[in-house]
């Protein structure tokens, strides 16, 4: 069990970039996967990107070489660090936690979720 908060979230133009953290409580957030996903007003939640205990990460097409993912086990916290932002990415986004340690791309694979930070890319 782990408990996750985003932040970093805003209002920016097209082009700028945006770092989001998610610190999370919980003795095991070191063995857990941490992912990132987003949801549009009407849409689906999708993945974005996640990093496995491992280490390795994972990013979904539309982000990749923009988005980059990292971890800091000491401060229990994620990263979703967001370069060359576009209108596109436009969503709430929100950081989850796996305790299989894997790094799927499955939003189900997640066991806790944090409440989303909304994150605005204007043209």
């Known amino acids: 069990q782990v408990q996750l908060v985003e932040s970093g979230g805003g209002l920016v133009q097209a082009g700028a970039s945006l770092r989001l953290s998610c610190a999370a409580s919980?003795?095991?957030?070191?063995?857990?996967?941490m992912g990132w996903f987003r949801q549009a007003p009407g849409k689906e939640r999708t993945f974005v990107a996640t990093?496995?205990?491992?280490?390795?990460?994972y990013y979904a097409d539309s982000v990749k070489g923009r988005f980059t993912v990292s971890r800091n086990n000491a401060l229990k916290t994620a990263y979703l660090q967001m370069n060359n932002l576009k209108p596109e990415d436009t969503a709430v986004y929100y950081c989850a936690a796996q305790r299989s340690g894997a790094g799927g791309r499955r939003s189900d694979e997640y066991e806790n979720w944090g409440q989303g930070t909304q994150v605005t890319v204007s043209s």
């Open positions: 919980g003795r095991t957030f070191r063995n857990y996967a």
């Open positions: 990093i496995a205990w491992s280490g390795a990460s």
